[in-house]
C-alpha cells in the first residue's frame, strides 16, 4: 500500500537491488543474439535503441516474471496487467542526446483503426502510435529497468513530482512547471523506476564515457475498445 501511495502522489518510485548482477549480465548477453531489423538504431556498430524489444528478443519477457516486479505491477495497475509496449535505450558517450520535457502521450497498436477519441496517428519502426483517451494513459505504468549506474553524470532522468495530475500540459505549462525545482532519479544498476507515464520528465546527455542502459517497459489492464489491439501484449 505504501508504493501505492507514493506513486500516486509523486507519479514515480524507485527500488533498488531488484534485479542481481548476475540477472543483468544475462540480459545484457542476450542482445548479443539481437537480430538486425527495424527499429534498432546503431552508432559506431553498437545499438543504442530498440523498438518492440520483445518482439526481438522473446527471451526478455521473463524479465517481468521477477516475483518482485509482478507483484508491484498487479499492485499498481491491476490483476490483468500485461506489457504492452517495450524499448531499449543505451544513452553512451558515442550516442549522446538531450530528451526535452515531455508526457508521454502515445501508445502502440497492431494496426490503425478509426475509433472515437484515438488520434493523432504517428508510425514508429512500422508500428502504428496514437493518443489514446486520457483515462488509458492515466491508468498505464512504465517501469524502467536500469542495467548501469545511472546519476547526473551519465543523463539520469529527471521529473517534476506530481505533475501527472495536471492533464494534459501544453508547452507554456511545462515551461512554467519545469523552472520550479525538478527531481533526478539516481538509480543503481539492478534498481528499478515505476513511473506515470503523464509525468513530466526529460533527461540531459551524458558527460562520462560508460553506458547508462535501460529496459522500458509499460503496462496496462485495460482492453482496447473497437478493433484496437496493443501492440506488444
Excluded at 543474439?33 to 546503431?42: E, K, N, V, Y
Excluded at 530528451?99 to 494496426?111: C, E, N
Excluded at 534498481?191 to 506515470?196: A, I
Excluded at 517497459?217 to 489491439?229: H, K, T, V, Y
Aim: charge should be positive.
Amino acid at each position: 500500500m505504501r508504493h501505492h501511495t507514493n506513486l500516486e502522489r509523486d507519479g514515480f518510485l524507485t527500488l533498488g537491488s531488484v534485479f542481481e548482477p548476475r540477472e543483468i549480465d544475462w540480459i545484457l548477453d542476450e542482445f548479443k543474439a539481437l537480430p538486425a531489423s527495424d527499429g534498432i538504431s546503431t552508432r559506431g556498430g553498437r545499438v543504442f535503441g530498440v523498438r518492440n524489444l520483445f518482439e526481438k528478443l522473446p527471451s526478455l519477457r521473463s524479465v517481468v516474471d521477477c516475483a518482485l516486479v509482478k507483484s508491484l505491477v498487479k499492485q499498481l495497475v491491476g490483476d490483468e496487467a500485461r506489457p504492452v509496449r517495450s524499448l531499449f535505450f543505451d544513452k553512451n558517450s558515442a550516442a549522446n542526446w538531450n530528451v526535452a520535457w515531455h508526457q508521454d502521450l502515445t501508445i502502440a497498436v497492431r494496426r490503425q483503426r478509426q475509433v472515437e477519441g484515438f488520434g493523432p496517428w504517428t508510425l514508429k519502426a512500422g508500428v502504428p502510435h496514437v493518443q489514446p483517451p486520457f483515462p488509458i494513459l492515466e491508468r498505464m505504468l512504465a517501469l524502467r529497468i536500469h542495467l548501469d549506474d545511472a546519476d547526473e553524470s551519465n543523463g539520469a532522468l529527471r521529473v517534476i513530482p506530481g505533475s501527472h495530475k495536471l492533464g494534459r500540459l501544453s508547452p507554456s505549462s511545462i515551461l512554467q512547471l519545469t523552472a520550479a525545482n525538478h527531481r533526478i532519479c539516481a538509480i543503481g544498476a539492478g534498481g528499478v523506476l515505476f513511473m506515470k507515464p503523464l509525468l513530466l520528465h526529460s533527461s540531459l546527455s551524458c558527460k562520462s564515457p560508460g553506458h547508462r542502459r535501460v529496459l522500458h517497459l509499460e503496462f496496462s489492464a485495460d482492453r482496447l475498445p473497437g478493433e484496437l489491439e496493443w501492440y506488444g501484449h
